[in-house]
């Protein structure tokens, strides 16, 4: 595709609930990111994909998130157990390949709006 | 561990007024600034990468330029569709917050134009 997908564009649940959010990257890109913005606030890395090794999950704020990407395409971020300060937007980045320059810029989904009740 | 701080936090403009927003920031090694900007209800939009103190880059009425501490990004005669929030961000060589490949943001400044 043209950028990256995220789906669903938003997601409603109930507090202790599981949820799957899906991120499509641009077609061959390497690297992919997970970011979680809160209102009035820029985003917060979460957690970083080359191809199907996540290289560094050092932003996830609790063992109830875990991402995948097992064929190094598709990525998905699980939440279990929601909370109530999970509610957040939740963004998905790919880029071409670790280098510099032009390769090394990150293009941003439009993101998942996660409301936990 | 890597920081951002831009100001001010909002501002509003009227149309073909000129200005600057201010994007302060410690990093360990800077790898890469970047710009961003974001209309409500998308993902951030990529506008600029700056590399080096010194360095600047324009796109129509945006330009960016870069010190050893601190990024601006000048809008010049701004026009009501540049209203949008604007999200610095940096990438470090060395492990911290962000992580070695991941950005650490800035809030934003929330720019709005009036016509």
């Known amino acids: 595709g043209a950028g990256v997908s995220q789906s669903p564009r938003y997601k409603v649940a109930k507090r202790g609930q599981d949820v799957a959010l899906r991120c499509d990257p641009i077609?061959?890109?390497?690297?992919l990111f997970w970011y979680q913005q809160a209102l009035g606030q820029g985003p917060e890395f979460l957690t970083y994909f080359q191809n199907e090794a996540q290289l560094d999950k050092s932003g996830l704020p609790s063992d109830r998130f875990f991402a995948e990407r097992p064929e190094g395409s598709v990525s998905t971020l699980k939440i279990q157990r929601t909370q109530q300060e999970d509610s957040a937007v939740y963004l998905c980045a790919s880029r071409h390949y670790p280098g510099e320059g032009g390769q090394n810029i990150q293009y941003f989904g439009a993101g998942t709006r996660l409301s936990v009740l | 561990e890597d920081q951002v701080t831009q100001s001010p936090e909002a501002l509003r403009l009227q149309e073909g007024e000129s200005s600057s927003l201010n994007c302060s920031y410690t990093v360990s090694g800077l790898r890469g600034l970047f710009w961003y900007r974001q209309d409500p209800g998308k993902g951030p939009e990529f506008l600029f990468t700056?590399?080096?103190a010194g360095e600047e880059k324009e796109k129509e009425r945006l330009k960016a330029t870069l010190t050893k501490k601190e990024s601006f990004l000048h809008i010049t005669a701004p026009k009501p569709e540049d209203s949008a929030t604007y999200l610095c961000?940096?990438?470090?060589?060395?492990?911290?917050?962000?992580?070695?490949?991941?950005?650490?943001f800035g809030k934003g400044t929330h720019l709005i134009i009036q016509p």
């Open positions: 700056l590399y080096s």
């Open positions: 961000a940096v990438q470090g060589y060395m492990y911290s917050g962000g992580g070695a490949d991941g950005l650490t």
């Open positions: 077609s061959g890109h390497v690297s």
